[in-house]
């Protein structure tokens, strides 16, 4: 099935820290990584702009075992929760996985501010803009603009 996973940072290295997380969240299943997108903080306390992504896997992997990669990723990465919604090194979402839905504790699936947020919409609507409902990119929050592929940021 196919996951959409939503990868962010505004502290240190943030092409490194958004490769490395690449990595780590596909353990050796195919995916897909859209442009690089510079964006606004949304909410929390001031910072820095993060850089922006999502990732489509093509994976087996229950929501849970998506979320565990996840924060495998954030960890290798240094990230620390002392401020909520407070800079990071690296953030990762789990938005969507195939038509599952979550409710629990730990996670919920579909992420519960997907629609809201366009850092996440904007990146999502170039992997798959069927999953982007019309007049969604205009409500959403954030000012979002692209930077290039990972690749080319080198």
């Known amino acids: 099935m196919r996951a959409y996973l939503s990868l962010g940072s505004n502290v240190g ?3 490194a820290h958004l490769a490395g997380a690449l990595a780590t969240l596909a353990a050796g299943e195919p995916l897909r990584v859209s442009s690089v997108y510079v964006t606004e903080p949304v909410g929390g306390v001031a910072q820095d702009d993060f850089w922006n992504l999502v990732v489509e ?3 087996s992997a229950s929501p849970h075992e998506l979320l565990a990669r996840a924060q495998r990723a ?3 990465a240094g990230r620390t929760r002392e401020v909520r919604w ?3 090194t690296l953030d990762v979402d789990v938005l969507l996985v195939g038509d599952q839905v979550v409710d629990d504790e730990e996670l919920t ?3 519960p501010r997907l629609a809201e947020r366009a850092f996440v919409l904007v990146p999502l ?3 798959a803009p ?3 409902a019309d007049g ?11 930077l290039g592929t990972l690749e080319e940021l080198r």
């Open 13 to 15: 290295d943030r092409r």
């Open 57 to 59: 896997l093509e994976t």
């Open 136 to 146: 969604q990119l205009a409500a959403a929050v954030g000012r979002v603009e692209r």
């Open 109 to 111: 699936v579909p992420h």
């Open 86 to 88: 407070g800079p990071r």
């Open 74 to 76: 954030e960890a290798d």
């Open 125 to 127: 609507a170039e992997l």
């Open 130 to 132: 069927e999953l982007v």
